[in-house]
């Protein structure tokens, strides 16, 4: 990324963007002024071989408040793929499962991507919606141990879609979006993902393609045009479609018997795609909700704490532990997020810790209250 003259002039005067790291705050050599400094100073230098170039979030704070608009996160990003090419790699986590699946995408294998939507609700194989999964029947098996099934949001996506009268795609060619290979500075992987995606889709005949997962949507909506033009199709995420069509399919729901609730704004979703207000108007579509904000919320809301499936430490533990504590200060009993990778890791931190809340997917929450038909 090249920063312009004006914003290399400007750049160190406040320290807004360390002031408003989360990273910063328990990792105090943990600078992204600094890091900006030192890469002006010396394009050559040593940044590169440091193991604080993966430490960074991407989750866009630091450049949400940015006076003169820098964007840190694909600052360090385009210093990550020079660090790769160096031999610094990133410390991954789970034993470096997720990038491993990624990997294996790229080439001609045969997944079975669709039989968790069996039995549950239609689906087809061409047609104008085309629900994109993502990696959640990867999440599923890997984070068992957890006791949480991260397919139940894809089902209740299914079934939510389905009761509004669309019948989506769900294919078994489905790839990773890149989101991961992206930010952890692997452009080869990224693309090659991308382009059998892009593949795929075309194929299915879809004019619009739904997102659950905020990661896939910014990739798709932010990332794939930068790389291969403009798409061919809409890209929407689940909570603008419901937002949009739910108050007018003649669906109702059940009042609300769970106590009070607060809502995570997860990263990608919020100040990555500045989707704040529809999750909560969806929530306040059941009756007698009462939602909670927690002290740091929309655009300031905090991280869960690791980015990509790399470096997840102490450092991001207390994070979410962090995250935890704020939650029950308000009182709720249930903290609703509408981003899987959230849901995992707030789940793991709850579990650990002993906490008493509950973290709940989005859409599972919406399908639990809504009215079910009449047989």
């Known amino acids: ?41 010396e394009p050559d230098g ?21 006076p003169v608009e820098i964007d840190v996160p694909e600052f360090i990003r385009s210093f990550r793929q020079k660090a790769r090419g160096l031999g610094n790699l990133p410390l991954e986590s789970h034993h470096g499962m997720m990038q491993t699946i990624a990997d294996l995408q790229i080439g001609d294998i045969q997944q079975q991507r669709t039989s968790w939507a069996e039995g549950v609700g239609s689906f087809a194989e061409k047609g104008n919606y085309f629900y994109f999964v993502g990696c959640l029947p990867y999440f599923d098996v890997i984070f068992s141990y957890l006791e949480l099934s991260p397919l139940e949001s894809a089902r209740s996506v299914l079934t939510l879609l ?75 995420h689940m909570t603008e479609l ?21 809502y995570h704004d997860p990263c990608r979703l919020g100040r990555g795609a500045g989707l704040y207000e529809q999750p909560r108007d969806l929530l306040k579509l059941i009756p007698e909700t009462k939602v909670l904000e927690m002290g740091r919320n929309r655009e300031n809301s905090l991280c869960c704490g690791t980015s990509a499936w ?43 810790a002993e906490l008493d809340l509950q973290v709940t997917d989005l859409y599972a929450y919406l399908l639990e209250s809504l009215v079910q038909e009449e047989k």
């Open 162 to 236: 389905n009761r509004m009268g669309i019948t989506p795609v769900i294919s078994n060619d489905e790839r990773c979006c890149g989101h991961d290979a992206f930010w952890s500075g692997n452009e080869e992987t990224f693309r090659k993902l991308a382009e059998r995606n892009l593949e795929m889709i075309k194929s299915s005949g879809a004019r619009t393609v739904i997102f659950s997962c905020p990661e896939g949507y910014t990739t798709f909506k932010e990332h794939y045009p930068k790389y291969f033009g403009e798409l061919p199709f809409e890209v929407i």
């Open 1 to 41: 990324m090249e920063l312009t003259q004006k914003q290399i002039n400007y750049c160190m005067e406040c320290g807004v963007c360390t002031g408003s790291c989360p990273i910063s705050r328990v990792l105090p050599q943990f600078s992204p002024r600094q890091m900006i400094k030192r890469a002006m100073e």
């Open 46 to 66: 040593d940044l590169t071989r440091t193991q604080e170039i993966w430490a960074c979030l991407s989750c866009e704070r630091c450049s949400n408040r940015c």
């Open 310 to 352: 790399m470096e997840c430490s102490n450092c991001s533990k207390a994070m979410r532990i962090e995250r935890l504590d704020e939650a029950l200060q308000t009182g709720a009993n249930t903290l609703i997020t509408a981003c899987p990778k959230c849901q995992i890791h707030l789940t793991c931190a709850q579990r650990t």
């Open 242 to 262: 419901l937002t949009r069509e739910l108050p007018g399919a003649g669906l109702s729901f059940k009042p609300s018997t769970n106590g009070a609730l607060t």
